[in-house]
Structure formats: structure tokens, C-alpha cells
């Protein structure tokens, strides 16, 4: 098989340029193999996270091709080879080194999120059927990917009041869980932002679990606050019950 | 104490962000008492996040004889009896109380039909026993661990590598490490260590194992004073990926075994017949493994040297919603559809069964202060792990090694650290930078992987085991000349560099245990002596540090007390 040529993002903090490397093509060869080739053979210090490469754990990921991917699965022959196969660094995060970025943020973000407690006198017993829809969001193998994509991430720099669809996509788990006894509307109203997206479901697309970020999460969350917020009637009956549930 | 170093100080620091080191240090903080957790990778991004297939606690939801004596009888069994006895009791005993704490911390197993938590079918396992969520069990349990961590306050030190770990005089005061991405060092001073590193699958070529899987949590251990054991016992699961050459050695969960999945060779022919008719596909994986091995070696495997799994029998959409990992890998990685055809398998390194001598009930090693849980520690497992048994181990002595070493902390009083102990790791880690014109760690670590692969194998042989203690010793002498090029910041080739250490240590370790075990038992297969053996069934082999040299004697294995005989010797 013929080679290809990969030009890969080298730099750190202070900026950086793609270098063009010659790999030799392995059949079903994925772009992190390729990035692997990369530091055994040309670029021992090529800065690269992965750990699994099985898209189990969601560390390798980059932009191929303008395109934010898992790098172990992205397969070279699904790329066309008579051009050069460019890998950055996800744009939305600062570099740290290489293909590697400050993710640190997201953690940042995950702590502010009120975690799963049972309401009182919960019964361990509940069915299939209601924990389908929640198993959908505790695939996520936070990758990222979407928050790189973001618009509201990406273009408007909005992380300091924007959670970013992962964390949606972490509230509507916590939120549907059949047990939850909990609510996070205020936080997600006012620490995540929740009314700045305006679901252009960009999330989604990239999501290489096919988690419906949109429509599944961020809608019926938004739907959520509305609700505690400007539904007079539903308001009133969950502050009382709320109270008598205290 | 020399200020030229970045220096923490907790009661207890755990190495390793998996699910057991996750699980000690989530019982650790509720003993009160700091806590920090160092990892080599992201939070979050551990190898407990591979496993797929489930969690074994006899909880009885679906089959309701299941209890914790017939799982005891069940992992000792799968063991060939070289378990440490006391820790497969209390694995059995504990395993359900750990799996109802994770769901009452928010974790959301498939369910039964009458609303308990689903149980499913593994390799060895008399019950179905294997609490799950489809095929990603793993990332749910690391999800859960890691919330309920985070929410409790411990201190995380991310993408940050241990070297060495610190002693003051006969006990463990810390550890020393360095921050991946400036490459700076750092110092632990910990009255009480729980390491929780995981495996050593890197050593191997064909491996499910991540770069992070080098055995630094056992080399350091032994470094240090600790004991290793039953390091010959290498899990090679039957089902890895053999096509196409990029995904090799990729796992196939054994769940596929367990929701129906049949082997066949090239012929048509369902070979398990011949090896284990009582158990077929849901044999013990050592047994799995060497059958698909003899069936390719002996002309009967695929065009790429493997078997064919297939589940495409059952319905379309029960496979992908039992097994949707596993649907989408062969999907995107091999252009194959699970639910259509058959899958090519073949064997991948994939567990460690030997590790840090530890006592059962503390998981407290030779070296006080320090406590080893999860793959790294030796005991549970015996000569072979049953499926689905790894993540109950991660939890049950994750919180006896979590809750010992909170105790330990309260006991003695802050430790010295030494140091020279410190210096002495910083100039090692350096010198590569220093070398010029030496080996490239890739082309070692390559050279090693080829070398264990066909000297330390599934099958073994005096000569080939004779022959790779020389080439460790080659090994051994490239690496003191090993160099690197870049700089500090984030730099993979010096990080293998560091690795590379306890992966010769390790692969040592295995080679030479292997070495003096004549007979065949669970995992550890000789040509030359294949029977069990009497009278090494009733020994573990120990390894420990004499210096310069590898230590290594047998111990004869505890009594077991009547009541625990009297159920091995019920017939089921």
C-alpha cells in the first residue's frame, strides 16, 4: 500500500506550525495509528493522549481534516489519500503541547454540578424502561468533542457563565434518573447557562456515541427551566412540595 | 526537607485513578483525613473504563440458588485453588453490598423484570452473576467513583506519573512523580500509599491494554521492599480482534460468550466440544484461549489466524442493545456487521492475575504503610481470573485497602522523607536527556513486546523462558543508554523511556516464575510439563528485591479452614 502524508499541528503555548511526515498505510490503519507511526519512527516527542483505542475512553481527540474526530476511529481509507490528512489540536481549548490541550476547564465545570441524591425513602426497585432514556446519557465517554464545537464555546468564548452541552448532557443524567430527588434548575438557569445555546445541534452531530445531546438533553432541560421559572402554576406546587418533602 | 521541590502532603495518597484506587480513596476520605490521587491520565480515562461485560456479586436476582458460596467455590475453581482463600471469601461475601453502594451513588444497571438489577451469564460462572449496563459496565462504575469522589473532596493530580516510592527507613512516607506536561518533579509525603496501578499488558505485543499498563505500581512496590506474587499467571482473554492489523488485540467482551455467542472454526465445526463439552464458549478463559490457539496453530483458524464468534443467530436489535460496543467496533474498525456474520477473535494479553503480596483483609503489602487493590495486587485471582470478578475486586478491596491505609494514617505519625531518595529519582529520570547516540525507548519497547509475545507466551518452554531472562538482560543494558530528544514539556518518548523500567522489572518477574513452575495450572501453560502438579499446587512463587538481583521463593499456600473445604469439595 502507498503511503500517506499526514501534516500534523507542532507547537505549544506560543504558537506552532503542521509538519508533513511520510507514514506507510496498514490496512484499517486509523489516524492515531498512523500518529503512533508518527512518534516510534519520525517524532519521538509528538505530544498525543490516548489511552484505549478502542473509543471507549475518549481521550484522542482532534480536528482530521477540519473535521473534531476520535483519532482511533478515524480510518485512513475513509480519508482521501491524495491529499495531505491535516490533524489539529481541538480549537477550543488552549494547547498544551502538539495534539494535546488544556481540557482542565470541563473538571472545572463538572464540580459545580449538585450530584445525584436519592429522595428520601427511595425504593431501590425501577424498571427498564425508565432508566433507557437515562442509560442514553451516561454513554458519554467525554471526549469533548462537543464543547470543542460549540459555538457558544468555540466562537463567543462564553465558558465563563456556558456549562457546554457535556454538562447538559451530565444534568439531564443525574435529572432523569428515576430516584433523583434533587433540582437543578437554578444551575443550570445560572452557573451553566443553559439559555445561551440556541440548538443548532452541532453537539450532536460530532457526539461519537450518537447521544441526541439536543434533542434528548439540552431541550427537555431548557423545557425544565422554563417550567420552575416562568410557569406560574408549576412553580407554586413544586415549592410546596418541595417544602413538604423537607 | 529540600524546597527546590514541589511538595504535597496528605494522610494517605492513592496511585492510580481506576476503579479500585477511585474506591479507596472515596472510603479513605469518609474516614476523614486528606486525600490525594495522583493518575497518569485524564480523571475519568483509566482502563476500568474497557471493561464491558459486568460485575459478578451473587445477588440472586436472576437465578435465585446464586449465593456467596457457590461464587467462592466458583473463583477458586477458575483458579486452580492457588487463590489466596480468605480473599475469595470476602470477595464473595462483599461483592453485592459494593454493587448496591454504586447504584445507591447514582449508577444505573440494566434492570430485570421486576425492577432489580439484571444479571447475565459468564465464563465460569455457575449463576448468571454479572450485574451490568449493556457492554459499557466499566464506564459506568468509573463515572459513579468519580462523581462521588469529586463531590467528596478529594485533591486529583492529573496527567502526573509516579517514579519512585519514598521510604523512611522500613516504612512508606510518599512518592516521587512528575507533571506530564512541563515535566517538572513533584513530591508526596503520604503516612499511608495505596498503590492502585493496574497491570503490566504493555509488555506483550498483542495486548486489550493501554500505554498506561507498563506495571509501574508493581516494579516500584518491589523496588521499595514490597513482595510480588504469582507473577507467571498472564490472562491472555480468548477474544481479541485480529483484523485488520490496526485494531489487533482489541477486546471482544466475553459477554458476547455470555448473551449467546458461538466459536467455530474455519471448517464450520463448534471446536469447544472437544476441550470443554460441559461449558463450551462459557469455559474459563484460560482454557477459551488455549483452544482458539491450538485450533489456528494447528491449521483449523481464519485467513488472519483467528475463529469465527458469532451472535448473529439472535435478533438484529437485541445485539445491538446488549452489545452496542461491540456492534459499532466491528462496524467502524473491520466493516463487519455483528448482527449479519461472525466476528474474527484470537487471543490479546489482557490481565495480570500475580502482583503485590498483600494480606487479605487490609490489602496492607510487606512494606508498612504501603496497600496494594485492584489488578496490581496478587491473591484473589489464583492461577486464572473468572470474568467479571475484576471489577468486584476493584471494590471490594478498594475500600479494604481505602479504609486500612485511613487507619494506618491515624496510627503513626508523619514520616521523614529522604532527600536522597528524591535527588536519586530525579537524576535517573534525566539522564536520557543527558545520553547522546542511544537506543530510541520505542525501538526497546518494541523489541520487548516481540520478545514476551513468543518467549512468554500462552505456551511456554524451558529454553524459550532461558532464552528471554538473556534478552531482558539485553534489554536491560539498552536502556541504561536509552535517549531521548525534545524537551521535558509533554514528552511521550522520554514518559516510555521512564516506563520502560518497570516493564523490564515485571517482564522479569513473569519470565522467571514462569521459569521455575513445572506443570501447567490456569493461565500458565508449559509444553514441556503439562499436567498439574500436586505438589506446586500447594506453593506461590514470591518474588522480592535482593539488591541488585531478583529474589524468588516458593511459600506454601494458608490451611483453609473445614468449612471452606467441605464447599470445594461439593459436587456442582
Not at chain 1, 10 to 27: A, L
Not at chain 2, 355 to 365: D, K, N
Not at chain 2, 401 to 410: D, L, N, T, V
Request: hydrophobic share 40%.
Amino acid at each position: 500500500m502507498a503511503d500517506a502524508t499526514m501534516q500534523v499541528f507542532r507547537g505549544d503555548r506560543s504558537g506552532g506550525q503542521t509538519v508533513e511526515y511520510k507514514v506507510p498505510m496498514v490496512p484499517g490503519m486509523v489516524v492515531l495509528d498512523a500518529l503512533h507511526y508518527i512518534q516510534g519512527h519520525l517524532a519521538p516527542d509528538l505530544a498525543v493522549r490516548w489511552n484505549c483505542k478502542a473509543g471507549k475512553c475518549g481521550s484522542c481527540s482532534a480536528e482530521v481534516n477540519g473535521r473534531p474526530r476520535l483519532t482511533c476511529k478515524t480510518r485512513m481509507d475513509a480519508l482521501p489519500l491524495n491529499e495531505p490528512i491535516v490533524v489539529l489540536p481541538m480549537q477550543t481549548f488552549p494547547v498544551i503541547k502538539d495534539l494535546v490541550t488544556d481540557v482542565s476547564w470541563n473538571y472545572q465545570v463538572n464540580k459545580t454540578i449538585p450530584p445525584f441524591q436519592p429522595k428520601p425513602g427511595a425504593e431501590w426497585k425501577f424498571y427498564q424502561e425508565d432508566v433507557d432514556r437515562v442509560q442514553e446519557f451516561r454513554k458519554c465517554i467525554e471526549c469533548f468533542l462537543c464543547q470543542n464545537v460549540c459555538h457558544v464555546l468555540r466562537d463567543h468564548g462564553e465558558q465563563p457563565r456556558f456549562g457546554g452541552p457535556r454538562f447538559f448532557v451530565r444534568v439531564a443524567g443525574l435529572e432523569m434518573h428515576p430516584l433523583d430527588g434533587v433540582s437543578r434548575a437554578k444551575v443550570l438557569k445560572e452557573q451553566l447557562g443553559i439559555g445561551l445555546c440556541n440548538i443548532t445541534k452541532c453537539c450532536t452531530e460530532v457526539c461519537p456515541e450518537d447521544i441526541h445531546i439536543t434533542d434528548n438533553a439540552i431541550i427537555p432541560l431548557k423545557e425544565r427551566v422554563v417550567d420552575e421559572y416562568y410557569d406560574p402554576l408549576t412553580w407554586l406546587v413544586r415549592k410546596i412540595r418541595g417544602a413538604a418533602e423537607k | 526537607m529540600n524546597d527546590r521541590f514541589e511538595t504535597h502532603e496528605h494522610d494517605v495518597l492513592v496511585i492510580g485513578a481506576g476503579g479500585a484506587g477511585l474506591r479507596a480513596a472515596i472510603e479513605a476520605l469518609a474516614q476523614g483525613g486528606s486525600v490525594g490521587v495522583v493518575s497518569k491520565s485524564l480523571l475519568g480515562k483509566a482502563h476500568t473504563v474497557m471493561a464491558e461485560g459486568g460485575i459478578a456479586a451473587a445477588m440472586a436476582n436472576v437465578d435465585s440458588q446464586d449465593n456467596w458460596r457457590t461464587h467462592f467455590r466458583d473463583t477458586m475453581r477458575g483458579g486452580k485453588m492457588l487463590n489466596n482463600w480468605r480473599m475469595a471469601q470476602l470477595h464473595a461475601q462483599e461483592a453485592p453490598d459494593r454493587v448496591r453502594e454504586l447504584e445507591q451513588w447514582g449508577a444505573l444497571f440494566d434492570r430485570t423484570q421486576d425492577g432489580q438489577i439484571l444479571q447475565r451469564a459468564f465464563g465460569g460462572h455457575t449463576f448468571r452473576r454479572l450485574c451490568h449496563v449493556g457492554d459499557r459496565t466499566g464506564l459506568e462504575m468509573i463515572r459513579t467513583l468519580q462523581d462521588r469522589g469529586v463531590n467528596l473532596g478529594f485533591d486529583v493530580y492529573m496527567e502526573c506519573t509516579v517514579l519512585r516510592l519514598l521510604t523512611d527507613g522500613a516504612r512508606c512516607a510518599g512518592a516521587v512523580a512528575y507533571w506530564r506536561e512541563t515535566g517538572r518533579f513533584v513530591v508526596f509525603r503520604a503516612k499511608s500509599v495505596v498503590m492502585a496501578t493496574g497491570g503490566i499488558g504493555k509488555v506483550y505485543s498483542i495486548t486489550s491494554n493501554s500505554w498506561e499498563y507498563t506495571g509501574d505500581g508493581m516494579a516500584q512496590a518491589y523496588e521499595a521492599g514490597a513482595e510480588l506474587m504469582d507473577m507467571e499467571f498472564v490472562q491472555f482473554h480468548p477474544t481479541g480482534m485480529v483484523w485488520p492489523p490496526g485494531v489487533q488485540g482489541i477486546l471482544v467482551t466475553e459477554a458476547v460468550r455470555g448473551e449467546g455467542g458461538i466459536l467455530r472454526n474455519k471448517t464450520g465445526e463448534r471446536f469447544m466440544e472437544r476441550y470443554d463439552p460441559k461449558r463450551m464458549e462459557l469455559s474459563t478463559r484460560d482454557v477459551v484461549a488455549r483452544s482458539i490457539y491450538t485450533e489456528v496453530k494447528e491449521g483449523r483458524g481464519t485467513e488472519h489466524g483467528g475463529a469465527l464468534l458469532d451472535i448473529s443467530h439472535k435478533p438484529a436489535e437485541y445485539v445491538k442493545k446488549k452489545l452496542p460496543s461491540m456492534y459499532h467496533q466491528f462496524k467502524e474498525l473491520a466493516d463487519v456487521d455483528i448482527t449479519t456474520g461472525p466476528m474474527e477473535v484470537g487471543p490479546t494479553c489482557h490481565y495480570v492475575m500475580g502482583g503485590i503480596r498483600v494480606e487479605a483483609e487490609t490489602a496492607q503489602s510487606k512494606l508498612p504503610g504501603l496497600f496494594a487493590a485492584g489488578e496490581v495486587a496478587a491473591g484473589l485471582h489464583g492461577a486464572n481470573r473468572l470474568g467479571g470478578n475484576s471489577l468486584s475486586d476493584l471494590l471490594v478491596f478498594g475500600r479494604r485497602a481505602g479504609a486500612a491505609a485511613a487507619q494506618h494514617a491515624k496510627e503513626v505519625s508523619a514520616p521523614r522523607v529522604d532527600d536522597g531518595q528524591i535527588e536519586q529519582a530525579e537524576s535517573e529520570a534525566l539522564r536520557p536527556f543527558q545520553t547522546h547516540g542511544g537506543d530510541n525507548p520505542y525501538a526497546i519497547h518494541h523489541d520487548l513486546q516481540k520478545m514476551m509475545q513468543s518467549l512468554v507466551g500462552i505456551f511456554r518452554v524451558r529454553d524459550d523462558l532461558q532464552k528471554a531472562l538473556g534478552e531482558l538482560q539485553r534489554l536491560k543494558d539498552r536502556l541504561s543508554h536509552v535517549s531521548v530528544e525534545g524537551s521535558r514539556m509533554f514528552n511521550p518518548g522520554w514518559h516510555l523511556a521512564m516506563d520502560m523500567k518497570s516493564m523490564l522489572t515485571v517482564s522479569e518477574a513473569v519470565a522467571r516464575s514462569a521459569m521455575v513452575r513445572e506443570e501447567s495450572r490456569g493461565a500458565h501453560s508449559r509444553i514441556d510439563f503439562p499436567e498439574l502438579s500436586a505438589e506446586w499446587g500447594k506453593k506461590n512463587n514470591i518474588i522480592w528485591s535482593r539488591g541488585t538481583e531478583m529474589g524468588l521463593r516458593q511459600e506454601v499456600l494458608s490451611e483453609m479452614p473445614a468449612e471452606l473445604k467441605q464447599l470445594l469439595a461439593e459436587e456442582k
